[in-house]
């Protein structure tokens, strides 16, 4: 079956930048939704960027101006860029996808994005 693979995660101090990228492991067709969510320990998951298969994109107010979102079409992977990370960005990060032919959508397992003080 198909997964989402996700990677960049990492620990980092306060100020300094990240790169997330995700990627489907075979082939998924007609993707309405490419992005990401976080979710801390003891918190509830939340939205922090999205892009659609036109380009048009998405973010939560606590990361616009600092981190990007992007995809490659011809690789058929996304992106999350961070920069200016704070402590508060600490989470797990999921990479996530809609479909036009899935009733659910795709997660990621996961990649740990620690900010240190």
């Known amino acids: 079956q198909v997964q989402l693979v996700e990677s960049g995660g990492a620990l980092v101090q306060a100020g300094g930048s990240l790169r997330l990228s995700c990627a489907p492991s075979?082939?998924?067709?007609?993707?309405?939704?490419m992005g990401w969510y976080r979710q801390a320990p003891g918190k509830q998951r939340e939205l922090v960027a999205i892009?659609?298969?036109?380009?048009?994109?998405n973010y939560a107010d606590s990361v616009k101006g600092r981190f990007t979102i992007s995809r490659d079409n011809a690789k058929n992977t996304w992106y999350l860029q961070m920069n200016s990370l704070k402590p508060e960005d600490t989470a797990v990060y999921y990479c996530?996808?809609?479909?036009?032919?899935?009733?659910?959508?795709?997660w990621g397992q996961g990649t740990q994005v620690t900010v240190s003080s």
């Open positions: 996530y996808a809609e479909t036009a032919g899935e009733p659910w959508p795709y």
């Open positions: 892009i659609t298969s036109g380009g048009s994109t």
């Open positions: 075979g082939s998924i067709f007609s993707i309405n939704f």
